[in-house]
């Protein structure tokens, strides 16, 4: 491979990361709003920040599982937090740490194992 096929390959590489992760972080916007909406909670600061990124597999291959953190609060006072994880661009699970009860729930989808 000449140095200029693998230069071409690096930032077509790099593009690709930079385009999935932003399509993952607004599918991850919207899938927090609609928890929140659910549970009848307030999501704070209107973000939701990666905080794990990994290698995970499914039936089509690997593919990249990314955690994400937001906030929330039941009253506007308190602060709880919960995640969401994406294995690829499919959501995989969520968890919420609810003053009531935590609440986990796993997404059946395309994963091996």
């Not at 990124?53 to 994400?68: A, C, F, K, N």
């Amino acid at each position: 491979m000449s140095e200029g096929t693998a230069i071409l390959f690096l930032l077509g590489s790099i593009a690709w990361l930079w385009h999935s992760s932003r399509t993952a972080h607004e599918k991850v916007l919207e899938i927090s709003q609609a928890v929140c909406r659910e549970l009848k909670v307030q999501r704070l600061d209107d973000t939701v920040a990666l905080r794990r990124l990994r290698l995970g597999w499914t039936r089509q291959g690997p593919s990249l599982r990314r955690v994400y953190a937001f906030e929330f609060s039941s009253d506007g006072v308190d602060r709880c937090s919960g995640e969401i994880a994406l294995l690829g661009l499919h959501l995989d699970w969520i968890r919420i740490d609810h003053p009531q009860g935590h609440y986990f729930v796993d997404i059946p989808s395309n994963r091996v194992g």
